[in-house]
T-cell receptor, first 112, second 115 residues
């Protein structure tokens, strides 16, 4: 069974204090790993798709990396507006359209 | 503006009533999805549809029903058989690229509360 585990459940940072969020996964062949940001009471906003081990993608203060067993979302010098829940999801590499499997998310709070 | 709309934003239901949540997209996406989100839980898939007039059950389909009569619309009905329907409901769509990785884009959500 495909599984996604995110850690920590919650993270509190001071503004400017860099850190990383972890997404560990088990999947029967990886087609893609997705990161989303979700603000309270809103739908998830797409951030990145990673396809293969060693791949990295960046967007402003965020950088996502991928290994064969986990992905990290690095946040460099975060600002209060980066506060949100960050969701990780995987899609298995099987024929046809396969649904995403989501982790429970990491709730990030950045304090000014 | 292209995107996914969900209505209403807030919905209140009395026990024993069926309610229908609306989801519309103008992205020309083939695939559409319904998820349920509870506090402290990940998104759980209710139903998905890859093409008009066809849909598949997800992990928690019991007590829910869907239809896909038009490409741009995928309404979800929460029936009285759903024992614990209070939750945040999210609709998503994707191009449905077959063998390629297929990014899902989400609507703003509907919060359903049973009184």
């Amino acid at each position: 069974e495909d599984q996604v585990t995110q850690s920590p459940e919650a993270l509190r940072l001071q503004e400017g204090e860099s850190s990383s969020l972890n997404c560990s996964y088990t999947v029967s062949g990886l087609r893609g790993l997705f990161w989303y940001r979700q603000d309270p009471g809103k739908g998830p906003e797409f951030l990145f798709t990673l396809y293969s081990a060693g791949e990295e993608k960046e967007k402003e203060r965020l950088k996502a990396t991928l290994t064969k067993k986990e992905s990290f979302l690095h946040i460099t010098a975060p600002k209060p507006e980066d506060s949100a829940t960050y969701l990780c999801a995987v899609q298995a590499s099987v024929p046809g359209n396969t649904p995403l499997v989501f982790g429970k998310g990491t709730r990030l709070s950045v304090i000014a | 503006d292209g995107g996914i709309t969900q209505s209403p934003k807030y919905l209140f239901r009395k026990e024993g009533q069926n309610v229908t949540l609306s989801c519309e997209q103008n992205l020309n996406h083939d695939a559409m999805y319904w998820y349920r989100q509870d506090p402290g839980q990940g998104l759980r898939l209710i139903y998905y549809s890859q093409i008009v007039n066809d849909f598949q059950k997800g992990d928690i389909a019991e007590g829910y029903s869907v239809s896909r009569e038009k490409k741009e619309s995928f309404p979800l009905t929460v029936t009285s058989a759903q024992k614990n329907p209070t939750a945040f409901y999210l609709c998503a769509s994707s191009i449905d690229a077959g063998a390629s990785t297929d990014t899902q884009y989400f609507g703003p959500g509907t919060r359903l509360t049973v009184l």
